[in-house]
């Protein structure tokens, strides 16, 4: 039963995660068209980009932590018995993170001259403009979060992923409409479409509130039957449940932000180390800086969705069973998770990396500097994948200290390696420099979580996955490689199909590997019809009757 709500749980979480980053990168093929020039679509991108880091760095301080905690607490109480605790504590966290957003938002606003200064930007007027535009998003975002964690809790993720898709359909709707009417009808300057752009967010997160509101009217009656047959509510001092979910909160706020923590370093460091040690101009230095961070980002958050829906759906799952003191239904969850994340992460990421010549072409500019440092990011994003769940283990399990302390030690690597690294090789060694930091402390996180919860051999599966992954990446390289000396697509049309058919290729082949050593039927409960498993064949081996079946 825990394996299936947590398959269900990462179906809904992954399905509004995934196809929300998926609009959020498609959509950009007509926006930046309607840009105008080259030039002009990655001076968009980088004022667009500089605006979005540090509001979703304030956001991260508003939000990351609180859902979680959330949804922890909720799926500990309804294992008590006690849902009345959790809409107590509900209520409670939904006010703290209204002060929260209004807090962070009033905060961006005064800082948005030192941000924009600092920033890969050209203008720092222009910056300044589209970082204010985000503030007022901060105010509805907070406790739009909150309750999405409250659903997550109760084992609910349909709505979690389904607000998603309306946050993000409604905030790429005004975006399409309002670029158009501005470049096309009236021709007005592209800095104003970047403007409409970024205020585009707050009318997402209208929508998404709104349908999570609705949502919540429609379950009142389950919500009012589980508070019924509930335990009468503890008599905790608010001001103590405030402190116990700030308390809670303050890791995973931490923790949440870190890969915002570091585009904020490469944000406010890159343009002073290019430019001023290696003579770079202002101009090219925004160009590196779109093409290492904002056009990649794009493309990375899509894959590294893949980790956190896992992560996110088994965290109340491994809570409960972690607070119970159920140390094998812990280890077999962990199992699971690891092996989730390897099947999805690494095929997407491999043949995205292949991919890159095709993939920074149909969405941007055709550049062969982009592309190389889109290959290098995306090989980059396996990291930040794997650090994700990692850390959402650790924490879930309870391991807030070594969490923090890890991180902590990351972001000082991050720092110390950021100046010479960007130094020797540009913009290809800051990417370096954040692929490394995660790698480095998601293998400390691994090691404690591998010593505490888990017994030799309970990994082989994943291993054999990861083997599997790098053996058909290798050979999708050197597959595009070869047809490189034969062809290269030009236009947008071409590398749209181009990709559409090597990756569709190499990904069913991809599903007869796992289909044939039996990773569909193990991980995701099915296996091809017609086709048999070496898992299947062994069994009817051993047994004369399975013949039969």
Known sequence: MKKSRLLSGAFWMMAGSILSRVLGVIYLIPWLMMMGSAAQQNAAQAIFNSAYNFYALFLSLGVAGFPTVIARQVAAYNGENKFNNSKRVFKVALFCMLCTGIGCAVLLYVLAPVIAERSAVVSTSVATKAIRVMCPTLVILPPMSLTRGFFQGNTDMKPYGISQLWEQLIRILFILGATFYVMKVIHGSYITAVNYSTFATFLGAVASLIYLVWY?????????????????????????????????????????????????????????????????????????????????????????????????????????????????????????????????????????????????????????????????????????????????????????????????????????????????????????????????????????????????????????????????????????????????????????????????????????????????????????????????????????RGRHF
């Open 216 to 544: 919540y009217w429609k379950k009142r009656s389950e919500y009012q039957e589980l508070a019924a047959q509930s335990l009468p509510a503890d008599n905790n001092d608010l001001k103590q449940i405030f402190i116990g979910i700030l308390k809670e909160a303050i890791p995973f706020i931490y923790v949440g932000s870190a890969v915002t923590i570091v585009q904020f370093i490469d944000q406010m460091t890159f343009k002073d180390i290019v430019v001023k040690l290696t003579g770079v101009s202002p101009f090219h230095a925004q160009d590196l800086y779109t093409y290492f961070s904002a056009n990649p980002n794009k493309i990375t958050t899509v894959v590294v969705a893949l980790t956190i829906a896992v992560a996110a759906s088994s965290l109340p799952l491994l809570a409960e069973q972690s607070r119970t003191g159920n140390r094998e239904g812990v280890s077999k969850l962990i199992v699971q998770n690891i092996e989730l994340m390897v099947v999805t992460l690494l095929p997407v990421a491999f043949l995205l990396s292949v991919l890159a010549w095709e993939v920074n072409g149909v969405f941007y500019p055709f550049s062969r500097l982009g592309a190389d440092l889109m290959s290098v990011a995306l090989i980059g994003s396996i990291a930040l994948g794997v650090f994700t769940d990692f850390f959402s283990i650790a924490q879930s399990l309870g391991n807030h200290r070594l969490a923090v302390r890890t991180l902590t030690l990351g972001l000082i690597l991050k720092l110390a390696l950021q100046i010479p690294l960007t130094y020797i090789w540009g913009a290809f060694g800051t990417v370096w420099a954040t692929t490394i930091t995660f790698a480095a402390i998601a293998v400390v996180v691994f090691g404690y979580v591998y010593s505490h919860y888990l017994e030799p051999g309970q990994l082989e599966g994943a291993l054999q996955l990861i083997f599997i992954n790098i053996v058909l990446g290798a050979v999708a390289w050197l597959t595009h490689w070869g047809l490189d000396q034969v062809y290269i697509p030009q236009g947008k049309l071409a590398a749209f199909f181009y990709a559409a058919v090597f990756g569709g290729f190499f990904m069913v082949v991809y599903a007869l590997i796992l289909n044939r050593f039996g990773f569909l039927k193990r991980i995701f409960g099915f296996r091809l019809p017609g086709i048999r498993s070496e898992q299947s064949t062994s069994t009817e081996q051993r047994s004369p």
